[in-house]
């Protein structure tokens, strides 16, 4: 590597360093999150309630010199809410641009299933196409930007499923579930303190290493037909409705690309496929009515699916 590059990794062990003054394990969760930042994509995260989703994105936000926003959704948030709206301006005369918390870098959004549909699908113009539109007229939003989108699983009341247009933007689904009694226990004792955040990265640092990540990391044939077949098998399986979209195939490599990355590699392995797999696809399957009364979940097939499929030997990728 690159002398430069040892800066770089120096200054993501320290990113980690400062994430964990706050948080306590949740070690997928915020791995799933530093990747997506570096990959550019957004994250959806979902627990039950009191598990700490918003203090974690808070947190890795704090980490970033970055332009952070935080919307708090409600059945009556309205599109004008999020993107903002032109405005008329008594001293000019005319209608200005008022913009809306969308423009920032990282976009933490509470309890996304509580927004109504109309107001989802503002949201999915500025993640898919990185413009939003008002009174005609396509504004880009500020680079890098990063939506970190919470949910919780149980409650239903009040709520509005996501649509799947919507969770095929996510690059990954991160679920986070119960600690072990020994880290609750830390979490109990650190919420004694308060611990100042250091600023460990700034938005045309993410820039830079996102084209850096580009031009050194690379993927074997090998490696793209093992992706491939996974998402293929994933429309195969009794157990699912609708499988996995070729934008699955494109968020492996964007993930698996950037997780190489950040460990030090300059290719992608197959254990980077395996381990990626559950937060890039669990959003994508849709299972059978059937299935999913029988408690069958996305993340049972999926496991099946990397069971049955083979992967290329390492001399082959």
Known sequence: MPERDKDVYQQFAQMYDEIHK?????????????????????????????????MLAKTISETLDCDFKRIQCTADLRPTDIIGKMAFDEAKKKYVLSKGPIFTNILLIDEINRA???????????M??????????????????????????????GTFPLPEAQKDRFLFKSVIKYLPMEEEIAIVKSK????????????????????EIAKTVSISDAILEYVVKIVDATRERREVATGASPRAS???????????????????TAKDIK??????????????PDSADFGVTPDDVITKVLERIEAPAEKNV
Do not use: C, W
């Open 250 to 268: 494109i968020a492996f490599m964007t993930a698996t690309k950037t997780k190489a990355f950040l460990e030090g590699r300059n290719h992608v």
């Open 275 to 288: 381990e990626m797999a559950l937060p890039i696809l669990r959003h994508r399957l849709i299972l059978n």
């Open 192 to 211: 004694a303190r308060e611990e100042k955040i250091n600023k460990i990265f700034n938005p045309p640092e993410i820039l830079i290493i996102r084209e």
């Open 22 to 54: 706050r948080i306590v394990g949740e070690e997928e969760t915020i791995r799933d999150i530093i990747i997506a930042i570096f990959g550019g994509g957004h994250v959806l995260i979902e627990s039950v309630p009191g598990m700490g989703k918003t």
């Open 128 to 157: 898919a196409e990185k413009n939003v539109t008002i009174g005609g007229e396509s504004y880009k939003v500020t680079e890098p930007f990063i939506v970190l989108a919470t949910e919780n699983p149980v409650e239903q009341e």
């Open 116 to 126: 109504p549909p109309k107001t989802q699908s503002a949201l999915l113009e500025a």
